[in-house]
């Protein structure tokens, strides 16, 4: 009995320090890195998911285990942190995060619809630039071939050798080459060209097929079946986070009648939810947590469940619903409000 009071007591003290670590970062004070090094990391991964925006990257990268942090922070949670925090701060938080997290999180916000945004695309390789040669090399490489040979095929033209002519004769006109092989030059001038050859050299230094793949597909492949593959596999990514297809998602503000929706909770409850080994460590994402003095309104509703792996569940049921609104709605989702 003895012991239970203890432990009891203890989670009270827990709590109480936790909250009152919440509320001076809404007063405008930074949480210093002896007071994280003192949290475990549920209690930081708690401190994360209620802090302010505009608090969450520096709380992450002052922690003693950033990357533990952000691999248990779902794609949607990292693109607010990130969109909220854009410059240096954003980079380290990048750098320190899977590649494939980061293309589900470029998925949300380099398309409008079913095309490919290129400018908010150049934004985000430049960012990730701003980590180091490394984090944007292992990003290059975790995005799918069609959505890069459109958007080089967008900002350069390429043109090829013979094999029997000079590589002098290629050198006028403003064309640069990496293999004196495949020669580009940017279509735009206002674009930043050491940018372009950069990201080129990564790919022919690390993989010169892919190098291949890219310059003989900025040549010869039309825009509209890339871009076509390149969303379907964006859409098969998003469907993983309960963002399905416009039409399909619309399904969600028909009427159905009571009876109906009792059998699909029935048999269909927690088909919604399964995920990948990656996603199973993730939380489910806590924007729609409304902040308020002492917990949120639908954190005040699951402290009643008692059992965790139930309130999982339940947030993630929920979280995979509000998407489905969102997407039935047409919402662009590069809007953060």
Same mark, same amino acid.
Do not use: C
């Given at each position: ?6 432990? *009891?007591?203890?989670?009270?003290? !827990? ?8 509320? @001076?970062? $809404? ?22 998911? $209620? ?108 043109? *090829? $050798? !013979? ?10 006109? %403003? &064309? ?13 001038? +206002?674009? @930043? ?23 003989? %597909?900025?040549? %010869? ?13 964006? *859409? ?10 416009? &039409? ?27 995920? @990948?080994? !990656? ?29 965790? +792996?139930?309130? %999982? ?25």
């Amino acid at each position: 009995m003895d012991n239970e009071i203890q432990k *009891s007591s203890n989670q009270l003290l !827990n709590m109480e320090r936790l909250f009152k670590l919440l509320d @001076d970062s $809404r007063g405008g004070e930074r949480i210093n890195e002896a007071d994280l090094a003192a949290l475990s990391i549920v209690e930081r991964l708690w401190l994360v998911q $209620r802090l302010p925006l505009r608090e969450k990257a520096n709380l992450i990268i002052s922690s003693p285990d950033p990357m533990l942090l952000l691999k248990r922070l779902s794609p949607q949670e990292v693109y607010l942190i990130v969109r909220e925090s854009w410059g240096e701060d954003a980079a380290m938080i990048l750098e320190m995060t899977t590649p494939d997290k980061i293309v589900r999180t470029m998925d949300i916000d380099i398309w409008r619809k079913d095309r490919v945004n290129y400018d908010r695309f150049m934004e985000w390789l430049e960012l990730i630039a701003l980590g180091g040669d490394r984090a944007l090399t292992k990003t290059l490489f975790r995005l799918d071939p069609p959505l890069m040979v459109l958007f080089f095929k967008g900002i350069i033209e390429v043109i *090829s $050798r !013979n094999f029997d002519q000079d590589p002098l004769e290629m050198s006028d006109g %403003g &064309y640069y080459s990496i293999d004196t092989m495949y020669y580009f030059r940017p279509i735009n001038s +206002n674009l @930043d060209f050491e940018m372009i050859i950069k990201l080129l050299s990564s790919f022919f230094e690390v993989e010169p097929e892919f190098y291949k793949i890219i310059m003989e %597909g900025i040549i %010869g492949q039309l825009p509209s079946p890339m871009e076509e593959e390149a969303y379907q596999l964006r *859409s098969s990514r998003m469907a993983m986070s309960g963002f399905p297809e416009f &039409y399909e998602a619309r399904e969600i503000l028909l009427y159905k009648d009571s009876e109906t929706i009792k059998r699909e909770m029935t048999d269909e409850i927690g088909k919604v939810i399964l995920q @990948d080994e !990656n996603q199973k460590r993730e939380l489910p994402p806590s924007y729609w947590l409304i902040p308020r003095e002492g917990g949120g309104l639908i954190e005040d509703l699951l402290s009643e469940i008692g059992n965790s +792996n139930e309130e %999982g569940t339940v947030l993630w049921e929920l979280s995979y619903l509000v998407h489905k609104l969102v997407a039935a709605q047409g919402s662009d989702l590069a809007d953060t409000q």
